[in-house]
């Protein structure tokens, strides 16, 4: 049997695996932001991202690892294939934090083999544990994956486990990169590698999996009945194509039917001791901040954090509900941290009230950054009434989002309504610092300021998506707006919050342009390119 920590280890890949949604690209900024809230939720291991894929993804590994990683902080990992130069570009990213670990990953299935890489098996039981020793040599803490594991021979994975474990690996990570495999097909999988790879007991045993058949989250929970002690997952269950495993839903799965997994960790099916280290009231404002960064909108019915997930529409549910609250509700709406307090601070409260009830919602601000969000909540409190807790994290959410800011919003007006052509007027400050004016008409009034924008920054994209929805409820609510564009095949988000749903999406826009913008300064290299392609769409 693989290595029991006694408890079920949560892997973060958000930052990597997540980040690699279409679209949700982050600055430095918005990592460190989400890595330091990751920190706070508790997750065991944090994989910042793909140290060799550019220099802003080195800088950003490397960043986490020094702000985030404490002695008591969450391990800090980073991505590399399985070549020297992305190894050494990993553990030169994650040499500042005290806890640190190389992930290294080759293909096993016979499919990407012969297509992807074009090596044979024994060229990749040549490359494993030469790969592993070379990580093992630069950090102590090396995790391998076998990419596309649940597509490829079991015989042959065992085989290339057995060699990864000699050669170092602590962690062995079995990957369903396409998400294909069913709950039963993985759990027999996962016990079929405790049962035939002779020093399993050297290493834990992990998972990865793909949603694109909606059962990722039961794949996992059927991989730790066999053993599986370690999840790689992500916040909203972001990432590639349907997404990964959702860390919210195996956290609160492990959580609320704790009596019927504790047994499979040789526990007492009522001991009281949770399965995972996470602190669970934490996770909704996990889920909003990286919605909110990376522009990946939760959708309503979404399991734990969606909208709806704590709404009891039906009369009878409602009436239920009342009567006793465990006839319709699993989950006390508490547990993940959903409180619609209101904090009692207006227009005339001062810095420090303001500032208090930040760091209560856990947002350690800078002097600078504080002295921004003071001004716009100021702003927001001439407008109005209540302020609540929500609004106040729109408005940090937004600041930390900013990327570098190429272009500034100086100015919106637009007058439209029924007898009147939507007209917008726009300045915009350029990189030079001189201040430009449009006017543009449109279809309605989004659309006039977007042509303005357009006309100034003369940036040919494609708006490909508009979504607004209001932060609380109300009439005087902040209207927080994403919008996507589209340029060159790939997808850019933007946010911004306001009582003034067109400021909002205005100012969205300028976000999603000026990422656009620093984006493009350099390709990230994908990390699932074998090698040979990388280095030519490099060369693109
Ligand atoms: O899905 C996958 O196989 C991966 C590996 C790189 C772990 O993300
Ligand atoms: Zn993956």
Do not use: W
């Amino acid at each position: 049997m693989a290595k029991d920590p006694g408890r079920v280890l949560i892997f973060d890949t958000t930052l990597r695996d997540g980040e690699q949604s279409p679209g949700a690209s982050l600055n430095l900024e918005e990592k460190l932001a989400i890595a330091q809230q990751l920190a706070r939720l508790g997750v065991d291991i944090i994989e910042a991202g793909f140290p060799f894929a550019s220099q802003g993804d080195f800088a950003a590994v490397q960043k986490i690892a020094e702000v985030v990683g404490g002695e008591e902080g969450p391990i800090i990992c980073g991505l590399s294939r399985a070549s020297k130069s992305d190894i050494k570009a990993c553990a030169d990213a994650v040499e500042p934090a005290p806890k640190k670990r190389i992930h290294t990953f080759i293909a096993t299935s016979d499919i990407h083999l012969e297509h992807k890489l074009r090596k044979s098996r024994s060229d990749v039981l040549g490359i494993v544990p030469e790969m592993v020793r070379y990580a093992k040599c630069l950090v102590d803490d090396v995790e391998f994956s076998c990419e596309d594991a649940a597509r490829s021979d079991p015989e042959f994975l065992y085989q290339v486990i057995e060699l990864a474990i000699s050669a170092g690996a602590g962690t062995i990570n079995i990957p369903d990169t396409v998400g294909y495999t069913t709950p039963t097909e993985f759990g027999n999988l996962i016990s079929g590698i405790n049962k035939n790879v002779n020093n399993i007991d050297e290493a834990i045993l992990s998972v990865h999996g793909h949603n694109d058949l909606g059962l990722a989250v039961a794949n996992f929970l059927e991989a730790i009945k066999n053993g599986a002690r370690q999840l790689e997952c992500t916040i909203n269950g972001i990432g590639e194509r349907a997404g990964n495993a959702a860390l919210e839903e195996l956290v609160m799965a492990l959580h609320v039917r704790r009596g019927f997994y504790n047994p499979f960790f040789g526990r007492q099916p009522e001991s009281p001791t949770p399965l995972t280290a996470i602190r669970t009231e934490e996770i909704t404002k996990t889920s909003r901040l990286v919605s909110n960064l990376t522009g990946m909108i939760v959708q309503p019915n979404k399991a734990i954090v969606g909208a709806n997930a704590f709404a009891h529409e039906s009369g009878i549910h409602q009436d239920g509900v009342l009567k006793n609250r465990l006839t319709y509700e699993i989950v006390d709406a508490k547990t993940i941290g959903l409180t619609d307090s209101k904090i009692s601070l207006g227009k005339l409260s001062g810095r420090n009230a303001v500032r208090a009830r930040l760091e209560e919602l856990g947002y350690d601000l800078s002097r600078e950054d504080l002295n921004d969000a003071f001004a716009r909540f100021k702003d927001l409190a001439d407008r109005k009434r209540e302020i609540t807790d929500r609004d106040l994290e729109a408005i940090v959410s937004e600041q930390v989002q900013q990327p570098d800011a190429f272009y500034e919003l100086r100015l919106v007006q637009v007058s439209c309504g029924t007898s009147l052509k939507p007209t917008a007027t726009v300045t915009l400050m350029d990189p030079e610092g001189d201040e430009k004016t449009s006017v543009s008409l449109g279809t309605g009034p989004v659309d006039a300021v977007v042509r303005a924008l357009d006309s100034l920054v003369g940036i040919p994209n494609e708006l490909t998506e508009f979504s607004v929805k209001s932060v609380t409820e109300g009439i005087d609510a902040l209207g927080e707006v994403t919008i996507r564009v589209r340029y060159k095949n790939n997808l850019f988000s933007g946010h911004s919050a306001d009582t003034d749903v067109v400021v909002a999406a205005a100012q969205a826009y300028v976000n999603a342009l000026n990422r656009l913008v620093s984006v493009n300064k350099k390709a990230p290299i994908h990390p699932q390119l074998d090698l040979i392609e990388s280095q030519s769409a490099q060369a693109i």
